[in-house]
């Protein structure tokens, strides 16, 4: 099993279309309303990542839709009672939605919409790897195909996948992990559980540079930094705050910094300048000497979406997410473990305050 040498993440392929195109200010009134009124007429609920444009998390919320992380993408989609599930991200995600709501209908605006874990993480290869080690308990990060869900007996988000390591580990279970190694390697050193861990990366977070990070926080000393797991465990070294996007954005919000250097994807910014108004947020460089960045802090995925193609999707039906069945079944008993353990930490906490 070669997966260490051969899932480097700048040999992965990057989308062969470019991000759409921005809709000039004269069309995009008229675009969105047509979007408003095709959603209305189709029953329809769009559920948007924070890395995507910002009128497409605008029109979520004005639509009662939602933007947020994977975990609540995949929560609401399962909550809402909308027939059609519109999901602007990537194609993980629009299939954890169809996964956890078969009888629905699910659209993205591109299914070409990739990930790079994703791609990283072919299923026959993972499935030899996790035969491999029968003794070990498989938990594989949202950012995967159905079919490698299928293949795990957890499914997690960053925004739980220490708490779900912490429980399994004091179980006295050892754990597969894949397929992101960063996040990988810090779940491991905040859980402390035996993990073996498979060699993918994101490629926007690889990018980010600790040499980068450290000179801008000497040029903005009283800055904090917020750093996404998916970085390298030298720029996670260098955070004030590690955490899923949301975990990101309530720091913004929360601490007293007025300046905030943030290693993440910088669709972010939309959300976290409303959150944190007269805040100044600052992107970690991925760029200048030694960069090996393709993405440059923006996933190039993410930004396929866009008003026209979603505008399309309604009128036209394409873009629909279909996942076999049987393959959905079973990732579905993955995804929902994590599900099911969230809801009980959310009553825990919901105890915990009332005491
Ligand atoms: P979150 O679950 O933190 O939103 O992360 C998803 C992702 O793809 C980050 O690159
Ligand atoms: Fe995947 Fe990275 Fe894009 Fe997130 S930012 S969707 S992990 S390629």
Partial sequence: MDHAARLIPQALPLPARPAEAPVPQEERAPLIERIKRLMAEQDAVLVAHYYVSGDLQDLAEETGGIVSDSLEMARFGHRHPGRTLLVAGVRFMGETAKILNPEKRVLMPDLDAQCSLDLSCPEDDFSRFCDAHPDRTVVVYANTSAKVKARADWMVTSGIAVKVA????????????????????????????????????????????????????????????????????????????????????????ELPARTFIVATDNGIFHKMKQAAPGKTFVEAPSAGTGATCKSCAHCPWMAMNGLRQLAHVLETGENEIVVDPAVGARAKLAINRMLDFAARQDVAIAGHGNH
């Fill in 166 to 253: 912490r429980h399994l580990h004091a179980q006295g279970e050892k754990l597969i992990w894949a397929p992101d190694r960063h996040l990988g390697h810090y779940v491991q050193q905040m859980s402390g559980a035996d993990m073996l861990l498979w060699q993918g990366a994101c490629v926007v977070h690889e990018a980010f540079k600790a040499q980068g990070v450290a000179v801008l926080k000497a040029r903005h000393p009283d800055a904090a930094v917020l750093v996404h797991p998916e970085s390298p465990r030298s720029v996670i070294a260098l955070a004030d705050v590690v955490g899923s996007t949301t975990r990101l954005i309530e720091a913004a919000k």
